[in-house]
C-alpha cells in the first residue's frame, strides 16, 4: 500500500533535478520564490561524478538531448556544501527536495544512511531509478525487477522520509513499475525522466543521451494518467516537456499533484513566475 503521507507545497510548480544544479545556474535572486512549491536539487551519488565529456547539451525547439552523466561533487563534496552554508541562501528562499542517486544496490543504500543528519533541509527525498546517462545504476538498476524492489524495500526500512521515486519508461508499463513502489509503502512517483534518444549534430558528432523537452509532453501525460488510474492514492510528480500554464493544469487535471518543469528553465528562468502566475489567475485557487 502506498503510504497516506502526501507533501504540502505552497503551490504545485517543482523545479526538476537537474537543469538548475543547485542553484548555481539560475540568477537565485531575480526569482519569486513565492510561485515555486519546491526545488529538486541535481542527483547526489556516493562518490563523485566528473559527467561526460561536451558536447553534453543539444538543444532544437522540439525536443533537448542532454548527456550529462550525473556530474555531482559526491556525498564528501555535498556535506562541504551544506556545512559551509553554500547552500542556505536557495534554502533559505525555497523548501527543497533531495534527489539521490547510485550505481548499484549498496550505494542507494549506503547514501540514505549517510544524508540522515542533513534530511532536516529537506522536504523529501527523489530516488533517480531512471537516468539513462550512465553504464550502472540509473535505468539498469530497475532492469532485474525483484532486484529493484529489494532494493526499495531496504531504503525504506532505512528512512522514515517522504520518499519519491523518479521512473522512466524504458523498463516496462510504468503503472506496474508504480505499483510496485506503493506495494513498498513508499509515499510517491515522479514520472517520467528523460528517454534515450541519438542525434547527430551539425559537426556530424554522435550525441547518445537523454530525451526531454516538448516532446516528451504527451508521453509524461499519458504515464500520469495511467499511474493515477492505477494508483487512486499515490502522490504524483508530473515531469516531461512542461512549457505552458495550460500543459500544468492539464497534468493537474489528469492526475498530477505536482508538476516538475526542467528544460523550459533553459529558455528562460521567468518561467517560473509565469506558470504559477497564471495557474492563480486560471483557478482562482
Ligand atoms: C540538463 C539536464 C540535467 C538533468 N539532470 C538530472 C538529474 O541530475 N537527476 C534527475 O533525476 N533528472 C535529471 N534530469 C531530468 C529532468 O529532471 C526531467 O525529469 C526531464 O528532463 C524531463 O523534464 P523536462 O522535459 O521538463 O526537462 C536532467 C535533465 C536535463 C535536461
Redesign the pocket.
Known sequence: MASSKTLNLRTPIVI????GGFGEYLKVESIDWSYVGAY?L??ITLNPKAGNKPPR?YASDSF?I?R?G?E?PGFEGFKKMIESGELDILLSHVPAIL?L?GDSFEEYVEITKLMRPYLDNFLAI?Y?F??PNVHHGGLSIMSDRDEWRRLLKEIRKETDAFIIA?LGIESGFIENMARIVALESWDGV?V???IRGLMVNSDGQVLLG?L??PA?YPI?LRAVFEVRKALPDMYIIA????YTPEQVSEMLRFGANAV?????LFQNEGVINKLDRELVKNTNK
Not at 526538476?16 to 537543469?19: D, V, Y
Open positions: 526538476a533535478s537537474g537543469p529538486t541535481k542527483t547539451i533537448m542532454n550529462i550525473l555531482n534527489s542517486g527523489e533517480n531512471s537516468c523518479k515522479t517520467i525522466n528523460t537523454g526531454s523537452g516528451l509524461a515531469s516531461g516537456g512542461i516538475s518543469i526542467g528544460s523550459a
